[in-house]
């Protein structure tokens, strides 16, 4: 797992972009999948934590990218590939 410092470089040294881009959105959803399955995550808080932390991982990368990168986007992009996650999350006020 990697930090939001190295994830910021890789995509700040990066010549395609939009590819190294695709790449991290694939290690953050890998990610989610080895913290639930560390964790041990079975309940829905536990889950939703999980993304929580992630998003927060997200946006320290996001601002170390002169803004080219958009802070929340790896809640946006759950909610819009998950239509459950997405209804759950606004419930719950994230």
Do not use: C
């Given at each position: 797992?990697?930090?939001?410092?190295?994830?910021?470089?890789?995509?700040?040294?990066?010549?395609?972009?939009?590819?190294?881009?695709?790449?991290?959105?694939?290690?953050?959803?890998?990610?989610?999948?080895?913290?639930?399955?560390?964790?041990?995550?079975?309940?829905?808080?536990?889950?939703?934590?999980?993304?929580?932390?992630?998003?927060?991982?997200?946006?320290?990368?996001?601002?170390?990218?002169?803004?080219?990168?958009?802070?929340?986007?790896?809640?946006?992009?759950?909610?819009?590939?998950?239509?459950?996650?997405?209804?759950?999350?606004?419930?719950?006020g994230i």
């Amino acid at each position: 797992m990697k930090k939001a410092k190295e994830y910021a470089k890789q995509y700040l040294q990066a010549e395609d972009k939009h590819k190294v881009l695709s790449d991290i959105i694939l290690e953050f959803f890998d990610e989610s999948q080895e913290l639930i399955k560390i964790r041990n995550a079975k309940i829905d808080g536990a889950i939703v934590a999980i993304i929580k932390e992630l998003n927060e991982k997200w946006n320290a990368f996001a601002r170390r990218t002169n803004g080219e990168v958009k802070e929340d986007g790896f809640i946006n992009l759950v909610k819009s590939k998950l239509p459950f996650m997405a209804d759950y999350l606004e419930n719950i006020g994230i």
